[in-house]
């Protein structure tokens, strides 16, 4: 079933290129750039970064917003303002925003950030840096907000977000302290 749906979107995001063009629209009509700024490219406190982001992975996590699967340990918009999107809506926004440029990011390698994002196999999923994830529902991480990166990987830690892929996640980050956690979110905020 999780295979099928990935595919699904996979596909859908494939198949509608020119849908793409009435995402920055449909981004701007849904009030989108209020958390996540212009072109989802600078976003307030707490939201993530959305420009270049993998489709698949946002298409899934509209979905699960949409349908409260995806829990958090702060209040968001994000699950009334999915609600209010068609599918077809999902699949355009997360087809323009993967199709935007992601800033670069510098990342300390030599850094104990680096060292526990090796040691606890990040880079398994995500690829180095966080940059390369090995599927396409898989987050990009890296050059990700520290603030956000830090509070997802509690949430994971404490299962508190075990939606989609993040279930995996959990026996990664169980031993994880708040400070490791930290260290790792600096890691890969870069600068």
């Not at 849904?30 to 600078?42: L, P």
């Not at 994002?117 to 050059?143: A, E, M, Q, R, T």
């Amino acid at each position: 079933m999780r295979v099928a749906m990935i595919l699904a979107v996979g596909l859908a995001l494939a198949a509608h290129p020119a849908a793409a063009a009435d995402g920055k629209a449909l981004f701007a009509d849904k009030g989108c750039s209020a958390c996540h700024g212009e072109g989802g490219a600078q976003p307030v406190a707490g939201a993530p970064i959305l420009a270049g982001q993998n489709g698949t992975y946002l298409g899934k996590q509209l979905k699960d917003f949409a349908e409260n699967h995806r829990a958090t340990t702060t209040p968001l918009p994000m699950p009334e303002v999915a609600k209010g999107l068609s599918a077809e809506e999902m699949t355009t926004l997360a087809a323009w925003l993967s199709g935007l440029p992601r800033h670069g990011v510098k990342q300390d390698e030599e850094g104990e950030g680096a060292e526990l994002f090796l040691d606890h196999g990040c880079n398994g999923c995500h690829g180095p840096g966080g940059l390369k994830p090995l599927s396409p529902d898989y987050p990009v991480i890296g050059g990700q907000k520290k603030g956000y990166l830090a509070g997802q990987i509690r949430n994971i830690r404490d299962d508190v977000r075990i939606n989609g892929r993040a279930r995996l996640m959990i026996s990664f980050a169980r031993d994880l302290t708040d400070a490791q956690v930290e260290k790792i979110a600096v890691y890969l905020a870069g600068n």
